[in-house]
C-alpha cells in the first residue's frame, strides 16, 4: 500500500541560549557615584582618587526561539497523520481492483485509476487490456533487468518496465498538479509502490536497489515544493502496525 500523505506537522521550539555578544546588551544598572575603596599599603598618596571597577553589565537570561522544525508523526500508523476524517482524503485504486472489495468497504468508494495497475497490465500507451486480453504470462526475466524489453512478450503492445514507470510518474505528478493541498491514499500493488520510489528520487533504468514492501505496508511520501530544496520527503516506508494480533 502506497500512502501519499501529504500533511507537515511543526511547532515552534526554544533553542539553546546564544551567546552574550549576539544578544542586545543589558542595561546597566544606576551609577550613584564613587564608593570609598580601603587604602592599599603600596599606595601612600592620598591625594589619588578612589576608584571602583566600571559597573559590569549582567549577563542577559533569556532564551532565542528557533526556526521552526517538523515534528514527525506520533503513535501507530503516524498517529495524527492518519487522525483525519476519512471524507476528507482521496482514496484510489487501481481499476483492477474496482468492484471487488465489496459494498462495506470504505475503499470501494474509491476512484478507480488506470495508471495505478500493476506492471504488465497496460498496454504501451498507458490504456489497460480489457479483463479478456489481459496477459496471462510474463517473461522469464525480471523487468529491471531488461527496462527497455516488453514484460509481456507473448502478446504485442505490452508494456515495458520504462513503460511502467512512466505511466506512475504521471500518476504522481497528476496528483501534485490536481490534489497538492489534499491527503492522498494510493493503494495498489507493491511493483507501483517501486516505480514511484524510482520516480521520486529520480533513479535511472538500471535500479540497483529493490525496494521491498511487505503487504498492506504504508509508506508515506509528502510534496513540499521548497525552493532550492528537495521537493518530496519520505516520512515512512512498510510500516505495518495495523497487522499487529493478526493471525
Not at 546597566?28 to 580601603?38: L, Q
Not at 533569556?62 to 492518519?82: C, D, F, I, N, Y
Not at 476519512?86 to 459494498?103: K, M, Q, Y
Request: aromatic share 8%.
Amino acid at each position: 500500500m502506497f500512502g501519499a500523505l501529504k500533511r507537515l506537522f511543526a511547532k515552534p521550539v526554544t533553542g539553546p541560549r546564544e551567546a552574550a555578544a549576539d544578544l542586545p546588551p543589558a542595561p546597566a544598572a544606576p551609577d550613584s557615584g564613587p564608593a570609598p575603596t580601603p587604602a592599599r599599603p603600596e599606595d601612600s598618596d592620598s591625594s589619588r582618587p578612589s576608584e571602583k571597577p566600571p559597573p559590569q553589565a549582567e549577563e542577559p537570561d533569556q532564551k532565542v526561539a528557533a526556526p521552526a522544525v517538523a515534528e514527525p508523526p506520533s503513535g501507530p500508523l503516524g498517529g495524527e497523520t492518519l487522525r483525519v476524517p476519512f471524507s476528507s482524503i482521496l482514496p484510489l485504486v487501481p481499476t483492477e481492483w474496482h468492484g471487488r472489495l465489496g459494498a462495506a468497504d470504505p475503499l470501494e468508494r474509491a476512484r478507480a485509476r488506470d495508471r495505478l495497475r500493476e506492471i504488465g497490465n497496460n498496454r504501451l500507451d498507458h490504456t489497460p487490456w480489457p479483463p479478456e486480453k489481459l496477459p496471462q504470462e510474463y517473461s522469464d526475466y525480471w523487468a529491471s533487468e531488461r527496462p527497455f524489453s516488453t514484460t509481456t512478450p507473448m502478446v504485442d503492445g505490452g508494456e515495458t518496465f520504462m513503460h511502467f514507470r512512466t505511466r506512475v510518474g504521471l500518476f504522481i505528478e497528476e496528483m501534485v498538479e490536481q490534489h497538492r493541498d489534499q491527503v492522498v491514499l494510493a493503494v495498489c500493488h507493491g511493483g507501483v509502490v517501486e516505480a514511484a520510489f524510482d520516480h521520486i528520487f529520480n533513479i535511472g533504468p538500471w535500479r540497483r536497489c529493490e525496494v521491498w514492501n511487505h503487504n498492506t505496508g504504508i509508506t508515506h511520501f509528502q510534496y513540499v515544493g521548497l525552493p532550492r530544496r528537495e521537493t518530496w520527503r519520505l516520512h515512512y516506508h512498510n510500516r505495518t502496525e495495523h497487522l499487529a494480533g493478526v493471525e
